[in-house]
């Protein structure tokens, strides 16, 4: 008899700068596709909050601490056979490099849109902790991801929030 294979589980990191939609679409999708979702705002150090809640863009060491909880969300994900989309900027390839050690079912969905598109989104917002003044920083910190990181689907943000959340859900449904 032959033994079942071990199901394990899968987790997609929804990424981009501020204001591309990623809580809304990772909402909306976790929603149509019946799987877990986490916001990775949630699992910024109290540090990280207040400092970016008084218009300080983060730096890298700023980053360490959540982007290790992030890591250990895809992990846990994976550890116990679910499959799950998490919210995460991911701006930088290091950033991406160190969710990805150790984690061997995690994929990117690249929330990609011009600086002005976003601007315009990013004022439109009410009650968030990230500033429209910030935004220029988020640009100059984003590394696009390109054709070495295999595992990243570019989604253009362009267009209508139903539109963007089918083109995610096309994207992901052959990896469930």
């Known amino acids: 008899m032959a033994s079942a294979a071990v199901k394990k589980g899968k987790s997609f990191i929804l990424m981009g700068v501020s204001s591309t939609g990623k809580t809304s679409i990772g909402t909306a999708l976790a929603q149509r596709l019946g799987i877990k979702l986490i916001d990775g705002d949630d699992l910024h150090p109290r540090?990280?909050?207040?400092?970016?809640?008084?218009?300080?863009?983060?730096?890298?060491?700023?980053?360490?601490?959540w982007l290790e909880r992030i890591r250990d969300a895809a992990f846990s994900l994976e550890q116990k056979?679910?499959?799950?989309?998490i919210v995460c900027s991911a701006l930088k390839k290091q950033y991406r490099d160190l969710i990805r050690d150790g984690n061997e079912h995690v994929r990117f969905l690249f929330l990609e849109g011009s600086f002005d598109l976003v601007?315009?989104?990013?004022?439109q917002r009410k009650g968030h902790y990230m500033k429209a003044e910030m935004l220029k920083s988020q640009f100059e910190t984003l590394e696009v991801?390109?054709?070495?990181?295999?595992?990243v689907i570019h989604?253009?943000?362009d267009g209508l929030f139903e539109e963007v959340v089918?083109?995610?859900?096309?994207?992901l449904k052959p990896l469930l």
Do not use: F, T, W, Y
């Open 47 to 65: 540090a990280n909050i207040i400092k970016m809640g008084a218009g300080q863009p983060l730096n890298d060491d700023d980053r360490a601490p």
């Open 155 to 157: 989604i253009n943000i």
């Open 81 to 85: 056979s679910e499959i799950g989309i």
């Open 166 to 171: 089918a083109r995610c859900e096309q994207a």
């Open 119 to 123: 601007l315009e989104r990013m004022k």
């Open 145 to 151: 991801p390109q054709v070495d990181e295999n595992d």
